[in-house]
């Protein structure tokens, strides 16, 4: 157990590391790797939104896919299986989602955020704190999406061969995708960087189950701090590297690609820890066990996707000057189904 914790200590100082280098690269500002912000993009480069600051076909979510395809394959935990709450893990993405575009990113890059000075990711991981909080509440009340089973081998490769797909679609360009010309979606590292630190990330998190979600909730729940040593970790490598590299401004106000309406902040992720802790795990999570052959997984990912269209289609995504027209409506609603799922879901109902 001792090796295994200071393996995901290893672990989360590579990953915040090449999270912090990846900006330095080229990607946007305390946004190296986000991923939230990255399925967004590439729902933007498909053209299910129309947000022409934020469409590419971010190549750290492919590697993060195929690095973690390849280890399960090594390691033999490649195990096909779904059918627990599928419908309802695909809503719950998708509510997911509308947290992290309000508050512009997901429980990583608030703390990538943090290590950045952006203060607005102390509001944000006291959302997420207050989210999993909640979520622990459910769990004692016994929340069950129900027992996953063993499916066909062929339904747990859809997601790897998808990246493989987006990956054609990348270095080929076809005619009908969308490239940003200007905002966060035209800043970006070179494909090869991209690619080969999505596969480190890839490996990484499927061999240490790190979750930026899952480590909150143990640390509360049974007072497990291995999930949570890699969070730290993360932290403190994120953070030398924007030290090294003097990219550490600190302050609330005029941070990259970020707004200071705390409120908002706040709720927004407190939605998205909420959803993930119901879940089993952050998006980072849920991509390494799709890529592990989690069909409800890979369903939560095409809800994380449909949020995305929706939150940039309807005016429910925030900017830097602040959240949008739905913004609030959209989060109040989202709370409001998600505790509806937890109780209706729970034992006691």
């Known amino acids: 157990m001792k090796k295994l914790r200071v393996f995901m200590v290893v672990a989360g100082l590579i990953f ?6 990846m900006s330095v690269w ?6 190296g790797v986000c991923i939230a912000c990255f399925y967004r993009d590439i729902t933007g480069a498909l053209g299910f939104h129309r947000a022409e600051v934020v469409q590419y076909i971010r190549p750290e979510i492919i590697g993060i896919v195929l690095g973690a395809f390849i280890a399960a394959l090594i390691f033999k935990d490649f195990r096909v299986r779904g059918g627990s709450g599928t419908l309802l893990r695909f809503f719950l993405g998708m ?17 990538l955020r943090l290590a950045g000075g952006d203060l607005n990711g102390i509001t944000a991981l006291l ?8 979520g622990i509440y459910f769990l004692k009340k016994g929340f ?19 990246m493989v797909v987006l990956l054609v679609f990348l270095l080929a360009k076809p005619t009908f995708l969308f490239f940003s010309e200007k905002g966060p ?17 890839g490996v990484l998190a499927q061999r240490t189950r790190m979750c930026f979600v899952g480590g909150w909730r143990d640390l509360f729940l049974v007072k497990d701090t291995y999930l949570f040593s890699g969070i730290a ?63 409800d997984a890979a369903m939560t990912i095409f809800g994380l996707i449909a949020g995305a269209a929706i939150c940039h289609n309807f005016m429910i995504a925030a900017g830097p000057k602040g959240i949008a027209t739905f913004s609030a409506a959209a989060v109040i609603v989202g709370i409001i189904f998600t505790c509806a799922v937890g109780f209706l879901m729970s034992r006691e109902a």
């Open 233 to 295: 970790a993360f932290f403190v490598g994120a953070l030398v590297v924007n030290l090294i590299t003097s990219n550490v401004h600190i302050g609330f106000v005029d941070q990259p690609i970020a707004h200071n309406m705390h409120l908002w902040n706040f709720l927004g992720m407190f939605l998205a820890g909420l959803t993930a802790t119901l879940l089993g795990g952050c998006p980072l999570r849920q991509t390494v066990l799709a890529s592990e052959g989690d069909t």
């Open 95 to 111: 509510f997911f989602m509308v947290g992290a575009l309000v508050f512009l990113g997901c429980p990583v890059r608030a703390v």
């Open 16 to 21: 915040g590391v090449l999270a912090a280098l």
């Open 127 to 134: 959302g997420v704190i207050a989210g999993a909080l909640a």
């Open 26 to 31: 080229g990607n946007p500002a305390n946004m």
């Open 185 to 201: 979606g035209s800043m970006h590292a070179a494909l090869g960087l991209s690619l080969a630190a999505g596969l480190i990330i």
């Open 144 to 162: 069950n999406l129900g027992r996953a089973t063993a499916v066909k081998k062929a339904a747990g490769w859809i997601m790897p061969l998808t």
